[in-house]
C-alpha cells in the first residue's frame, strides 16, 4: 500500500504578508531610513522647542520613535547580536550620558534655557527603551512580540506617568501649593484643549496604560502565523 504525505502548506504569492516576509531580511532599512532622517530634523535641524503647538506636531516628532521601534523589530538576528549590545553600550556611555551632563551644566548656566535639557532627555529615554527591544530582538523575540512590546512602551511613554511624578515627588513648589494643572505638559493640552488637571492627568495615564496592557495582550503572532502558513518563525 503507497501512502503519501500531505503537502506542506504554502505562502500565497498574492499575499502582501507573504511578500513581505520575503524580503525580511532587508525590510528594517524601509524603516531605519525614515526614523534616522526625522531623528536629524529634530535633534540637529530644528531648534529645540519643548513645547507642541498641534497634534500633527506631535504626531512629526513621535515619528522617530515609532519608526525606530519597527526597525528594531524587524532586524536580523544573527551571530552578531552580543556585539551589538556592547556597542549600544558603549555609545551610551561615550556620547549619550556625557552629552546630557552637559547640557545639564549649560542649564545651570543658563536657567532661563531648559529646552536644550529637555530636547535631549526625551532622546535619550528613546535610545533605553529601544536598547530594551533590542536585546529582546537579538535574544529570540519575534518579530511580532517585539513590535507590540514597542509599541505598548510608546503608549507608557507619552501616557503623562513622568508629568504626574513630577508634580506629585517636586519639592520647589511655592509655600508648598502644588499647582492645580499641569501646565507643563503640553502633549496633553494638544489633545485636551488646555492644561490638565491632576484627575484630568491621571484619566489620561490610566487610557494610556490601559492600552498599553490590551496591545501586550493581542495574539499579533498568532495572526501573522496564520497568515504566512508553514512557517513557525513567520513573524522572526
Request: aromatic share 12%.
Amino acid at each position: 500500500m503507497t501512502t503519501t504525505s500531505a503537502p506542506a502548506p504554502v505562502t500565497p504569492r498574492g499575499s502582501w504578508v507573504g511578500a513581505l516576509y520575503r524580503q525580511r531580511r532587508w525590510l528594517w532599512l524601509v524603516a531605519a531610513v525614515p526614523a534616522v532622517v526625522t531623528a536629524l530634523l529634530i535633534m540637529v535641524v530644528l531648534p529645540p522647542d519643548q513645547t507642541l503647538d498641534s497634534i500633527g506636531e506631535w504626531a512629526f516628532k513621535l515619528c522617530p520613535f515609532v519608526f525606530s521601534v519597527l526597525t528594531v523589530s524587524l532586524f536580523p538576528r544573527g551571530r552578531f547580536g552580543p556585539a551589538l549590545i556592547v556597542f549600544a553600550v558603549f555609545v551610551y556611555m561615550s556620547y549619550l550620558d556625557t552629552e546630557l551632563v552637559l547640557r545639564i551644566q549649560d542649564f545651570a548656566r543658563s536657567p532661563d534655557d531648559f529646552q536644550p535639557v529637555y530636547q535631549f532627555e526625551l532622546f535619550v529615554t528613546t535610545f533605553i527603551v529601544l536598547f530594551a527591544l533590542l536585546a529582546y530582538r537579538l535574544g529570540g523575540g519575534r518579530t511580532a512580540n517585539v513590535l507590540k512590546t514597542g509599541v505598548a512602551a510608546i503608549l507608557v511613554v507619552i501616557s503623562g506617568v513622568n508629568d504626574l511624578t513630577f508634580w506629585l515627588l517636586n519639592d520647589v513648589w511655592s509655600a508648598g501649593a502644588k499647582p492645580a494643572e499641569l501646565k507643563w505638559a503640553s502633549h496633553m493640552i494638544v489633545f485636551l484643549g488646555g492644561p490638565p488637571s491632576v484627575p484630568a492627568a491621571v484619566v489620561f495615564m490610566a487610557v494610556h496604560l490601559v492600552l498599553a496592557a490590551v496591545v501586550v495582550a493581542l495574539p499579533v503572532g498568532r495572526w501573522v502565523s496564520v497568515r504566512v502558513p508553514g512557517s513557525p518563525t513567520a513573524a522572526s
